[in-house]
């Protein structure tokens, strides 16, 4: 079969609905696509840990700490479902980080941002999480069988996770002036990289045409952006958080809250490694990777010998 109709096939199976799974013929620019956007995906989960973990031993209660732990848990978990997603295009995990720690592999800009205080733990869960949600139930409708399917059980965990931020603001908006002060500094910082998440406007995106095509992303980056301000910006007003965009006004019409202009400098200087905490974020993982190192060393010899056990006793 020539490419052109190879092509063509594949196409009217995207346009039909159908899942594409691992085993099936598909374009090389579509695997490059998914691996580049999963990998990228699969690394934020993980990076993202980082800036959590570092308020575990600070959490103002034990709840408070059993659920942030739980929560980083999560992200871990999130982490490794992605990688099995794009280890299913052939691909193994050691590459995968290979080309995180080279520099080859984005992940998401807004960990590269420090958590200063308990407000921003609760900052990130509402903002942050709740940006990956409405980005990831889109993505729980993509064409590739194992990325959309890995979505919805992320989506499920991630609900929570937004939950818990909105409770963490929620409450100390109703505290005292200094806990009040606190929570507005975190929205202050985090709600321009939260937007950034979405990616460059729809005309400055580079990949997003092909994508759409493919089903790799089923909405536009300023759509998925638009709906979360629209959600997010009704949440802050409940609890007497004030947006920090001056621009930020209603459209009757459209029924749009309409921001002002996103600081896209800011942005392609943190994702091309310049942002506030590019380098701790990454010696971090290459020191903690290296260290436990052992760890996977034992997983792979306990696997190996279990398959030894299973082989032999057939006979
Ligand atoms: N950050 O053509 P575009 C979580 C890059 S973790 C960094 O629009 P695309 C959590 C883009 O990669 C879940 N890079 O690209 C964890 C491309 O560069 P390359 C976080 C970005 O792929 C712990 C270039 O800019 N969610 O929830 O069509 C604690 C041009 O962009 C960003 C994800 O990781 C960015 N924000 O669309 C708490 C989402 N934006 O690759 C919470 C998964 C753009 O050509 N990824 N770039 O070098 C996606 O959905 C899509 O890749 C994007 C970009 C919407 C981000």
């Not at 980082?50 to 600070?58: A, F, T």
């Not at 209603?250 to 590019?278: H, L, R, S």
């Not at 990777?289 to 010998?305: I, S």
Request: charged share 25%; net charge neutral.
């Amino acid at each position: 079969m020539s490419d052109e109709m190879m092509l063509k096939q594949f196409q009217s199976r995207i346009d039909n609905g159908e899942k594409i799974e691992p085993g099936d013929p598909m374009p090389d620019a579509y695997r490059k696509t998914l691996l580049r956007q999963i990998s990228q995906h699969a690394h934020s989960e993980v990076i993202g840990m980082q800036p959590e973990g570092n308020w575990v031993l600070r959490a103002p209660s034990l709840r408070a700490k059993k659920i942030l732990l739980a929560k980083i848990q999560d992200e871990g978990g999130h982490g490794l479902y992605l990688y099995s997603a794009a280890e299913s295009l052939g691909i193994d995990r050691d590459e995968m980080i290979g080309q995180l720690h080279a520099g080859k592999a984005k992940y998401s800009s807004v960990f590269n941002y420090p958590t200063l205080t308990w407000a921003d733990i609760g900052a990130i869960g509402w903002l942050v999480d709740g940006a990956a949600i409405v980005n990831q139930t889109m993505l729980a409708k993509c064409s590739f069988g194992p990325y959309s399917r890995a979505m919805l059980r992320i989506c499920k965990e991630e609900g929570f996770h937004q939950r818990q931020g909105y409770e963490i603001m929620a409450r100390m908006m109703s505290g005292t002036a200094a806990q009040k002060e606190m929570a507005q500094d975190a929205m202050n910082r985090w709600w321009w990289p939260s937007l950034m998440m979405f990616g460059p406007h729809d005309t400055e995106s580079v990949h997003s045409s092909e994508s759409m095509k493919w089903k790799i992303k089923v909405e536009s980056n300023d759509r998925l952006r638009q709906r979360f301000i629209n959600r997010t910006v009704e949440q802050a007003h409940h609890i007497g958080l004030i947006v920090p965009d001056p621009l930020l006004k209603y459209n009757d019409q459209t029924m749009n809250w309409e921001a002002g202009p996103i600081n896209w400098e800011e942005f392609y200087k943190v994702i091309n490694g310049d942002g506030p905490c590019n380098h701790k974020r990454m010696l971090h993982h290459i020191k903690y990777h290296r260290e436990g190192g052992w760890v996977r060393d034992a997983a792979r010899a306990f696997a190996e010998k279990q398959q030894e056990t299973a082989d032999t006793s057939i006979y």
